[in-house]
């Protein structure tokens, strides 16, 4: 009797030894993005974004005095490979905590993350359906804030009443194009046509040549990525002459960078290029920082703060829940770009401009306040 | 009826572009009777290669271009010496040979993800990418290149295989190789020049679609599988039907689009396909598919 209880005593001690080892081992998160494929452009944002805000946040002594580490996965815009990346994760790496991005991959992950109780934060995808889901959190507004806003500005202050629709075959197209019809009709406007595109195409030119056919004052992209610069250049080269548009997820290095989107009717979400963040991101990464890149690092710099939160109301223990109650009470977070307040659906809202995209920037003709 | 026209014309150069890889492929299936899938890769090596003589190493582009046909032909060559030919040696049977070459292009091709990976890498094209207006139908000055290219294949390949001794070796390998090998012919050699003489005419389609929208690493899969279509409806053994049949397959892929939502457009080739070899088996002109084998 006596020998069993030293064994008890000695392994509550080895116990206690472990957990006071872990209390000084490093936090560990994931972060799921488009690392390759037709949105490698916004990965390597949203990968640079959320290194720099780990480098920060380490350099100023760490979470609780923790090390923060994350763990890099890719989905290359495709869900099953999210579902993978997020099962080692929870799994293997045992976060508490993962960045997300893209629609499909995100609604893919999610029942993942809300069984095992690790919370998500997207900072990418818009696709409506993402608002209102258990432990995942959004630190962009849902498409249908931004998408109002264009359709209404374009029916409404552009005059331009008629639009074809080219639409990526995927969650956040389809969710954006459904949006857009309802907004677009509520202010006025007719959709005349729509063709599907897939998100790795590269010739689009038989949908283009249909929806030029069909007529429109306007041609609206519900697509991302480096698509949008094909469209745009081959709607040109096909002699489509009439206005394009599309939100913020359109403004890819690619579509800067594409003659046939001069002049594209766009919406955006706040982004300063001359915040220091942004110096650091072009310093370090030899490319110009855009949203997306302050999203990721914002969304690291959320964890944290949530993180910290979490440990001091649970003594030093760290888990999801802990972080889901944080977020929840906080729910006001400081960031580089200002105040960010979660609403009730779990999603951000932000003010949103409209502009002309020109010479690689939107000169911002709009700007419509978010009413929190 | 502005978008029929534009459809066509976009119809054509697509097709143009089939038939590029139509006629090589089926130079190659007709005199040796490999099913080269592995013909996709030498199709996609050639947009690389000619990627990497133009960004890489700095060539101008119609240099690189050629350079790129050349490698593309010699990579065509050594697949079939070195994999088919001592396979062959060794006698294995053609479906053997089939998997080697399926083998070849899967490994060829996540070789190149993985070294270039899977984006589109673009080109600079210069002029070539000028807009040109011909009435209501809008091409690139690419596309009108590329059209002229399949007519001068087309014309050398025939002229080669008709009044050079080496194409007339060819033909009757291709007709009757134990009648070939008895009056003294050398299969092996005659092998080894279809494939390079197979390569190098559909080298040109995957440099031409790498300088139209980016060199890809998976698209000679697609591409290898369409030529066989054509080579079937086009009818084995016949040039003009190579020709025909990868015209076709672009202008039922793009015309098709007129009615039928645009998501159906590559479901449409293979149906059309399917419904050709039970009504025509025969194809255009030239054999039965059922004596073709694999």
Same mark, same amino acid.
């Given at each position: 009797?006596?020998?069993l209880?030293t064994?008890?005593?000695?392994?509550?001690?080895?116990?206690a030894?472990?957990a006071?080892?872990?209390d000084?081992?490093?936090?560990r998160?994931?972060?799921?993005?488009?690392?390759?494929?037709?949105?490698?452009s916004?990965?390597?944002?949203?990968?640079?974004g959320?290194?720099?805000?780990?480098?920060?946040?380490?350099?100023?002594?760490?979470?609780?005095?923790?090390?923060l580490?994350?763990?890099?996965?890719?989905?290359?815009?495709?869900?099953?490979?999210?579902?993978?990346?997020m099962?080692?994760?929870?799994?293997?790496?045992?976060?508490?905590?993962t960045?997300?991005?893209?629609s499909?991959?995100?609604?893919?992950?999610?029942?993942?993350?809300?069984?095992?109780?690790?919370?998500?934060?997207?900072?990418?995808g818009?696709?409506?359906?993402l608002?209102?889901?258990?432990?995942?959190?959004?630190?962009?507004?849902?498409?249908?804030n931004?998408?109002?806003?264009?359709?209404?500005?374009?029916?409404?202050?552009?005059?331009l009443?008629?639009?074809?629709?080219?639409?990526?075959?995927?969650?956040?197209g389809?969710?954006?194009?459904?949006?857009?019809?309802?907004?677009?009709?509520?202010?006025g406007g007719?959709?005349?046509?729509?063709?599907?595109?897939t998100?790795?195409?590269?010739?689009?030119?038989?949908?283009?040549?249909?929806l030029?056919?069909?007529?429109?004052?306007?041609?609206y992209?519900?697509?991302?990525g480096?698509?949008?610069?094909?469209?745009?250049?081959?709607?040109?080269?096909?002699g489509?002459?009439?206005?394009?548009?599309?939100t913020?997820?359109?403004?890819?290095p690619?579509?800067?960078?594409?003659?046939g989107?001069?002049?594209?009717l766009?919406?955006?979400?706040?982004?300063?290029?001359?915040?220091?963040?942004?110096?650091k991101?072009?310093?370090?990464?030899?490319v110009?920082?855009?949203?997306?890149?302050?999203q990721?690092?914002?969304?690291?710099?959320?964890?944290a703060?949530?993180?910290?939160?979490?440990?001091?109301?649970?003594?030093?223990?760290?888990?999801?829940d802990?972080?889901?109650?944080?977020?929840?009470?906080?729910?006001?977070?400081?960031?580089?770009?200002?105040?960010?307040?979660?609403?009730?659906?779990?999603?951000?809202?932000?003010?949103?401009?409209?502009?002309?995209?020109?010479?690689?920037?939107?000169?911002v003709e709009?700007?419509?306040?978010?009413?929190h | 009826?502005?978008?029929?026209?534009q459809l066509?014309?976009?119809?054509?150069?697509v097709?143009?572009?089939?038939?590029?890889?139509t006629?090589g492929?089926?130079?190659?299936?007709?005199?040796?009777?490999?099913?080269?899938?592995?013909?996709?890769?030498?199709?996609?090596?050639?947009?690389y290669?000619?990627?990497?003589?133009?960004?890489?190493?700095?060539l101008? @582009?119609?240099?690189? +271009?050629?350079?790129? =046909?050349?490698l *593309? #032909?010699?990579?065509g060559? !050594?697949?079939?010496?070195?994999?088919?030919?001592?396979?062959?040696?060794?006698?294995?049977?053609?479906?053997?040979l089939?998997?080697?070459?399926?083998?070849?292009?899967?490994?060829?091709?996540n070789t190149l993800?993985?070294?270039f990976?899977?984006?589109?890498?673009?080109?600079?094209?210069?002029i070539?990418q000028?807009?040109i207006?011909?009435g209501?139908?809008?091409?690139?000055?690419?596309? @009108?290149?590329?059209? +002229?290219?399949?007519? =001068?294949?087309? *014309? #050398?390949?025939?002229?080669f !295989?008709?009044?050079?001794?080496s194409g007339?070796?060819?033909?009757?390998?291709?007709?009757?190789?134990?009648?070939?090998?008895?009056?003294?012919?050398?299969?092996?050699r005659?092998?080894?020049?279809?494939?390079?003489i197979?390569?190098?005419?559909?080298a040109?389609?995957?440099?031409?679609?790498?300088?139209?929208?980016?060199?890809?690493?998976?698209?000679?899969?697609?591409f290898?599988?369409?030529?066989?279509?054509?080579?079937?409806?086009?009818g084995?053994?016949?040039?003009?039907?190579?020709? !025909?049949?990868?015209?076709?397959?672009?202008?039922?892929?793009?015309l098709?689009v007129?009615?039928?939502?645009?998501?159906w457009q590559?479901?449409?080739?293979?149906?059309?396909?399917?419904?050709f070899?039970?009504?025509?088996?025969?194809?255009?002109f030239?054999?039965?598919?059922?004596?073709a084998?694999?």
């Amino acid at each position: 009797m006596r020998r069993l209880r030293t064994v008890i005593v000695t392994l509550t001690l080895a116990a206690a030894g472990i957990a006071a080892a872990a209390d000084s081992a490093p936090i560990r998160i994931g972060a799921i993005l488009p690392l390759t494929g037709s949105g490698a452009s916004y990965g390597v944002w949203m990968k640079g974004g959320a290194e720099i805000a780990a480098e920060e946040i380490n350099a100023a002594g760490g979470i609780a005095g923790r090390k923060l580490e994350i763990v890099f996965d890719d989905h290359a815009a495709d869900a099953s490979k999210a579902v993978n990346a997020m099962r080692r994760l929870v799994e293997v790496e045992k976060v508490p905590f993962t960045l997300t991005s893209y629609s499909a991959p995100t609604l893919a992950i999610q029942p993942i993350g809300a069984q095992h109780h690790v919370v998500m934060m997207n900072g990418g995808g818009q696709s409506d359906n993402l608002a209102n889901k258990d432990y995942l959190y959004n630190n962009i507004p849902v498409v249908s804030n931004e998408v109002g806003v264009i359709a209404d500005w374009l029916a409404r202050d552009k005059k331009l009443r008629t639009a074809a629709l080219v639409t990526a075959n995927d969650e956040a197209g389809r969710n954006s194009a459904k949006t857009f019809r309802d907004k677009y009709a509520a202010a006025g406007g007719r959709v005349v046509a729509e063709e599907q595109v897939t998100l790795d195409g590269t010739d689009f030119r038989a949908q283009l040549a249909k929806l030029k056919a069909a007529g429109g004052e306007l041609l609206y992209i519900n697509s991302y990525g480096r698509n949008v610069a094909i469209i745009a250049d081959q709607a040109r080269e096909l002699g489509i002459t009439i206005p394009l548009a599309g939100t913020s997820w359109t403004l890819v290095p690619e579509t800067f960078k594409s003659p046939g989107a001069e002049g594209m009717l766009t919406t955006k979400l706040p982004f300063d290029p001359e915040l220091p963040f942004a110096k650091k991101f072009r310093a370090k990464y030899g490319v110009d920082a855009g949203f997306f890149a302050v999203q990721y690092y914002t969304g690291t710099k959320i964890f944290a703060r949530a993180a910290e939160e979490a440990m001091k109301k649970s003594g030093g223990r760290l888990d999801g829940d802990g972080v889901k109650q944080a977020i929840e009470s906080l729910k006001v977070f400081d960031t580089i770009s200002g105040k960010l307040v979660f609403q009730p659906n779990h999603a951000a809202l932000m003010d949103i401009e409209a502009g002309v995209l020109r010479g690689g920037k939107v000169q911002v003709e709009k700007v419509i306040k978010a009413s929190h | 009826m502005d978008l029929v026209l534009q459809l066509f014309a976009t119809g054509v150069v697509v097709g143009s572009l089939y038939a590029l890889c139509t006629l090589g492929w089926g130079l190659i299936y007709g005199t040796t009777l490999h099913f080269h899938v592995a013909h996709g890769a030498v199709f996609t090596l050639a947009a690389y290669y000619a990627y990497v003589g133009q960004k890489v190493v700095g060539l101008p @582009l119609p240099v690189a +271009a050629v350079a790129a =046909v050349i490698l *593309a #032909a010699a990579s065509g060559l !050594l697949i079939d010496r070195l994999l088919y030919q001592p396979l062959e040696r060794r006698g294995a049977v053609r479906t053997t040979l089939f998997i080697a070459s399926l083998g070849t292009l899967i490994l060829v091709e996540n070789t190149l993800a993985i070294v270039f990976t899977p984006d589109p890498l673009r080109m600079d094209i210069g002029i070539l990418q000028t807009s040109i207006r011909l009435g209501p139908v809008f091409l690139t000055a690419l596309h @009108l290149l590329t059209v +002229a290219l399949v007519i =001068v294949a087309a *014309a #050398a390949l025939m002229l080669f !295989l008709r009044h050079t001794r080496s194409g007339q070796a060819i033909r009757a390998v291709a007709s009757a190789p134990e009648m070939a090998r008895t009056v003294g012919v050398d299969l092996r050699r005659i092998h080894l020049l279809t494939y390079a003489i197979g390569s190098a005419i559909s080298a040109p389609a995957g440099i031409l679609v790498a300088m139209d929208v980016g060199a890809e690493p998976y698209r000679g899969t697609t591409f290898v599988l369409l030529a066989s279509v054509g080579v079937i409806m086009g009818g084995i053994g016949s040039i003009p039907g190579a020709l !025909l049949g990868g015209l076709f397959l672009g202008l039922i892929e793009n015309l098709g689009v007129w009615k039928i939502p645009s998501e159906w457009q590559s479901a449409l080739s293979f149906g059309v396909f399917l419904l050709f070899i039970l009504v025509r088996p025969r194809g255009f002109f030239g054999r039965r598919v059922a004596s073709a084998e694999l």
